[in-house]
């Protein structure tokens, strides 16, 4: 195992002194779990659904069938568009 030297910021220092404490771990014990996760390949990746959550119904879409009443809601839409 190799040794390694940082310089961190006071306040970061008094967060990890805290955790070091608080969860019974040294400072080597919780910076190595810290990188290990950072660095995990077994993330699962984020679902198209995940990924879009924050963007579902912020185009103030209307309730009903949409999908059937597209064009409709289109020309709607764009009636006084400058196209």
């Known amino acids: ?17 805290i955790y070091c404490e608080q969860n019974h771990r040294s400072k080597s014990e919780a910076i190595l779990f810290a990188l290990e996760n950072l660095f995990s390949t077994t ?3 984020a679902t198209p659904y995940e990924l879009g959550k ?3 119904g912020s185009d103030e879409t209307h309730e009903g069938d949409i999908a059937q009443n597209s064009k409709t809601f289109l ?9």
């Open 1 to 17: 195992m190799n040794t390694l030297s940082i310089h961190l910021p006071d306040n970061l220092e008094q967060q990890l002194s």
């Open 43 to 45: 993330k699962k990746p």
């Open 54 to 56: 924050d963007g579902f």
């Open 75 to 83: 020309k709607a839409r764009f009636k006084n568009a400058d196209c």
